[in-house]
């Protein structure tokens, strides 16, 4: 705990954290309403599955870019930007459902932009965050980062599922809106950082195709992160569905992966205070493996309460991943480099969130939720015990 006291002393920090935190809170939100509004609608998984890939699928395109971006120009001036922008698009879904105008595709238009620029934040807070910190606080402040993340997805979510009772869908993105331009202010009172080491990016992504594929750490640990959020996304698109099924509607939802994400709060913060304890290498698969096989009893469809504490376990050990996995990278990561190596990895890694959205509806209708969670639970363990073995060879 001391660990993150002395890290929290730090203004600058302080301020990049809680402006990154808040705003993962009202993505949360915004998510649950965007989410239970199309389902509401449309009444299928496959809209959702259309949702979340137009969530999620567009970071293929901005990932790349936003590397690029973020070691060519100043970060933090460029994170700025990105904040309002945002806040602009996500602004006008309230603004045209007061006026009567807002239709289906508005709403997917705002997740396509979200998606688009995702990245931006993603690669930018840990390209941010070895200029603000000494490198003997690098476990505390990437456990930090999961856990305003995972803040995010608890309170974001349940404030989400609170507000869906008292007000239509499309004003909650107004709260995601006020976020952004929250972060964009605090990002503003942090000054000016460190510039890269290095300008010069004529060279585009090249160096950073280099620099990952010649490192076992960061090849092994991103393709292994990919199957994470295969898994993951399977997850994101299946729990609306098992909670229509168990008669439970948007509140149950949004508890669900609020609780799943306290979970993971609990592993980032016990991750993050163990410093060099332990071998992250050997903790990061064997942690992946438990969390697949903590999915096991959702493939039976059990009762509310058996789901959610499977869940719990789940998160509770992918929480730590992250922490342990970024550390690792920013050492192995040049200043010059962090932009695109950080847009890379967290491009390949979030691309493959669609791909576990767009498989769910298919193994819904051929075998309900149950063949969902069970394909879950492969996509965490399998490519768990196999980068184990790839990872303790280095």
Same mark, same amino acid.
């Given at each position: ?24 809170? =009202? ?39 936003? #590397? ?36 289906? *595709? ?54 989400? =599922? ?91 939802? #949004?508890?669900? /992966? ?56 789940? *998160? ?7 922490? *342990? ?38 193994? /819904? ?6 063949? =969902? ?22």
């Amino acid at each position: 705990m001391r660990a993150y006291v002395r890290l929290l002393r730090n203004r600058r920090y302080r301020l990049l954290w809680t402006g990154s935190a808040i705003s993962d809170i =009202g993505d949360g939100a915004s998510w649950i309403a965007l989410a239970w509004t199309v389902y509401s609608l449309e009444g299928s998984a496959a809209d959702l599955g259309i949702l979340f890939v137009l969530y999620t699928a567009p970071v293929a395109l901005g990932g790349p870019l936003a #590397g690029i971006a973020l070691d060519r120009f100043d970060r933090r001036r460029l994170m700025i930007a990105d904040n309002l922008a945002r806040a602009a698009v996500f602004a006008t879904v309230p603004v045209l459902y007061a006026a009567g105008e807002l239709v289906s *595709w508005h709403l997917y238009a705002t997740a396509a932009v979200y998606g688009l620029l995702k990245l931006v934040p993603l690669a930018g807070v840990p390209s941010l965050v070895p200029d603000l910190v000494p490198d003997e606080q690098l476990d505390a402040a990437n456990a930090m980062e999961t856990i305003g993340y995972s803040l995010g997805v608890i309170v974001g979510p349940a404030l989400g =599922g609170v507000a869906l009772t008292f007000v239509d869908g499309p004003y909650v993105l107004a709260a995601d809106a006020a976020s952004y331009v929250f972060f964009a202010w605090n990002l503003l009172r942090i000054g000016a950082v460190r510039a890269p080491v290095e300008r010069s990016v004529t060279s585009g992504l090249r160096p950073a195709l280099r620099l990952i594929v010649g490192s076992r750490i960061l090849l092994v640990t991103t393709v292994m992160f990919m199957f994470v959020n295969v898994g993951e996304g399977l997850v994101a698109v299946l729990l609306p569905v098992y909670a229509d099924e168990l008669g439970r509607g948007a509140g149950a939802f #949004g508890a669900m /992966v609020a609780i799943g994400a306290a979970a993971g709060l609990v592993g980032a913060a016990v991750g993050g205070s163990l410093g060099g304890r332990i071998s992250h290498v050997t903790a990061i698969g064997l942690c992946q493996v438990a969390a697949g096989l903590a999915l096991a009893p959702l493939v039976s469809e059990p009762p509310l309460a058996l789901g959610v504490a499977a869940l719990g376990v789940c *998160w509770l050990f992918l929480g730590p991943l992250t922490v *342990w996995a970024q550390t690792l990278r920013m050492r192995e990561i040049p200043a010059e480099l962090r932009g695109r190596v950080f847009g890379t990895l967290r491009t390949a890694m979030q691309a493959a969130y669609p791909l576990g959205g767009a498989l769910a509806p298919p193994l /819904v209708e051929r075998g309900g939720v149950s063949l =969902g969670f069970l394909s879950a639970l492969l996509a965490l363990a399998v490519p768990g015990i196999v980068g184990l073995g790839f990872l303790r060879r280095g």
